[in-house]
């Protein structure tokens, strides 16, 4: 039995905005910083917030 590789599991999955993903962790929108289309980072202020 074959397990697929990581690349073709990768490849299957649907990434969702990331704007969606913080908005849904109640996260606002100041405290983001994107990098790209698939990275963003996320203040440190988020933690008191």
Same mark, same amino acid.
């Given at each position: 039995?074959?397990?697929?590789?990581? /690349?073709?599991?990768?490849?299957?999955?649907? /990434? @969702?905005?990331?704007?969606?993903?913080?908005?849904?962790?109640?996260?606002?929108?100041?405290?983001?910083?994107?990098?790209?289309?698939?990275?963003? @980072?996320?203040? /440190?202020?988020?933690?008191?917030?």
């Amino acid at each position: 039995m074959a397990f697929p590789s990581d /690349l073709a599991i990768a490849r299957q999955a649907a /990434l @969702k905005p990331l704007d969606d993903i913080a908005t849904e962790m109640g996260l606002a929108p100041h405290l983001l910083e994107p990098y790209g289309r698939n990275v963003m @980072k996320i203040d /440190l202020n988020a933690i008191t917030e």
